[in-house]
């Protein structure tokens, strides 16, 4: 069993609607990371948070530290955010961080 | 511009071949990272270094080997041990091992 569990596997949407995806795991964390990666392979870091809410333009990520969980969200979506986003967790008990297996999200025109 | 490279971008190898992923970076990050990521899988940790002349094994270390003799460098090397080493490999670096981490462009790697 994964210690990162993210949900939906697979996500389809059309252009302008708001998405959401959602990262659940079960130990206690330092901080909570989102990632994206493009279909080239590249992996760019979106959000590294331990509390609360960050924003970035049209990403918006969530925490609830005493739920174990957090979410992405992508507001007025568009076909260039089509890509792998990966839930990831770093502790303060180890060096390295624990990766989920990425949501595929594609959004059509 | 400030980051992190990754050299050549797709390889192809022999089986029972030693070969060398070449990972840089100029961000004076002191930590550095190599994962290997195959289809369905999360990444998975190979080698770390928190600090030059200094490294430590990853969940997936056997088959692998590593030097840090520089703070921007980090090279890979796969060897003829590693029983499946087809997969596409990222190098990522970090201020500590507490800060966000910067990928590289990663390497596809295919052993025939």
């Given amino acids: 069993k994964n210690e990162v569990e993210q949900s939906p596997q697979n996500l389809t949407a059309q252009e302008g609607e708001f998405i959401t995806i959602n990262c659940s795991y079960s130990v206690g964390i330092s901080a909570l990371h989102w990632l994206q990666q493009h279909p080239g392979g590249g992996i760019v870091s979106l959000f590294m948070l331990s509390s609360g809410k960050k924003k970035h333009g049209r990403l918006i990520a969530t925490i609830n530290i005493q739920e174990k969980h957090s979410s992405l969200h992508i507001t007025a979506s568009h076909p260039r955010d089509s890509a792998v986003y990966i839930c990831a967790y770093g502790s303060y008990n180890t060096d390295k961080l624990i990766f989920g297996t990425g949501t595929r999200l594609q959004v059509f025109p | ?112």
């Avoid at chain 2, 990444?43 to 600090?51: A, F, G, H, M, T």
């Avoid at chain 2, 002349?53 to 890979?76: C, H, M, T, W």
């Avoid at chain 2, 029983?83 to 190098?91: D, E, I, M, S």
């Fill in chain 2, 1 to 112: 511009d400030g980051g992190i490279t990754q050299s050549p971008k797709y390889l192809f190898r022999k089986e029972g071949q030693n070969v060398t992923l070449s990972c840089e970076q100029n961000l004076n990050h002191d930590a550095m990272y190599w994962y290997r990521q195959d289809p369905g899988q999360g990444l998975r940790l190979i080698y770390y270094s928190q600090i030059v002349n200094d490294f430590q094994k990853g969940d997936i270390a056997e088959g692998y080997s590593v030097s840090r003799e520089k703070k921007e460098s980090f090279p890979l090397t796969v060897t003829s041990a590693q029983k499946n080493p087809t997969a596409f490999y990222l190098c990522a670096s970090s201020m500590d091992n507490l800060y966000e981490q910067y990928f590289g462009p990663g390497t596809r790697l295919t052993v025939t």
